[in-house]
T-cell receptor, first 114, second 113 residues
Framework: AQSVSQHNHHVILSEAASLELGCNYS??????LFWYVQYPGQHLQLLLK??????LVKGIKGFEAEFIKSKFSFNLRKPSVQWSDTAEYFC????????????FGKGTHLIIQP | GAGVSQSPSNKVTEKGKDVELRCDPI?????LYWYRQSLGQGLEFLIY????????KSGLPSDRFSAERTGGSVSTLTIQRTQQEDSAVYLC???????????FGEGSRLTVL
């Protein structure tokens, strides 16, 4: 079964700092990659996704992620975070097929201090 | 509908009671997932429905948990004889056909006293 690893469970940054959240996966074939975000008290929503093409994808609110196939990675980045970016971030990998074709990481709790 | 709808949004019940949680997915999405999210924890996969195929129940934590999906649309997650450790947010998501993109509902927060 595939696995998804998010390296940091808790990250605390100050406003305007740069952000990079790591995500690595284990599946060796073709994948779709996602980052979801869950703001406090809200439901999970899509931040950005990669299906094919340009490995650098841009999402909402200034976030971007880079797919590096050789490293099985899909790290999330933002050059300058804001207090409103405080949230839980989940990386997910879809390799097709049944339930085990979609795997989430354990999430990273990001806290931005004003 | 425009999005995934879940009800109730909040449910408080007494230990030992049965509860039913409902999910109405996005029209046309054939795949439907249930997850559980406990406080400060990640997403725990519970069950997966795909069209008319037999559901993948491999994530259900005990035989007190069951789910069904009627007519390939609405799904109901049932927890019998609830326990305090069942307290969590239960999330439903439907998947866009051909991709792994999930659309989540707002969740049903279950509190077992």
């Amino acid at each position: 079964a595939q696995s998804v690893s998010q390296h940091n469970h808790h990250v605390i940054l100050s406003e305007a700092a740069s952000l990079e959240l790591g995500c690595n996966y284990s599946y060796g074939g073709t994948v779709n990659l996602f980052w979801y975000v869950q703001y406090p008290g809200q439901h999970l929503q899509l931040l950005l996704k990669y299906f094919s093409g340009d490995p650098l994808v841009k999402g909402i609110k200034g976030f971007e992620a880079e797919f590096i196939k050789s490293k099985f990675s899909f790290n999330l980045r933002k050059p300058s975070v804001q207090w409103s970016d405080t949230a839980e971030y989940f990386c997910a990998v879809y390799s097709g097929g049944g339930a085990d074709g979609l795997t989430f990481g354990k999430g990273t709790h990001l806290i931005i201090q004003p | 509908g425009a999005g995934v709808s879940q009800s109730p949004s909040n449910k408080v019940t007494e230990k030992g009671k049965d509860v039913e949680l409902r999910c109405d997915p996005i029209s046309g999405h054939t795949a439907l997932y249930w997850y559980r999210q406990s406080l400060g924890q990640g997403l725990e996969f519970l069950i997966y429905f795909q069209g008319n195929s037999a559901p993948d129940k491999s994530g259900l934590p005990s035989d007190r948990f069951s789910a069904e999906r009627t007519g390939g649309s609405v799904s109901t997650l049932t927890i019998q004889r609830t326990q305090q450790e069942d307290s969590a947010v239960y999330l439903c998501a439907s998947r866009r056909t051909g991709t792994g993109e999930l659309f989540f509902g707002e969740g049903s927060r279950l509190t077992v006293l």
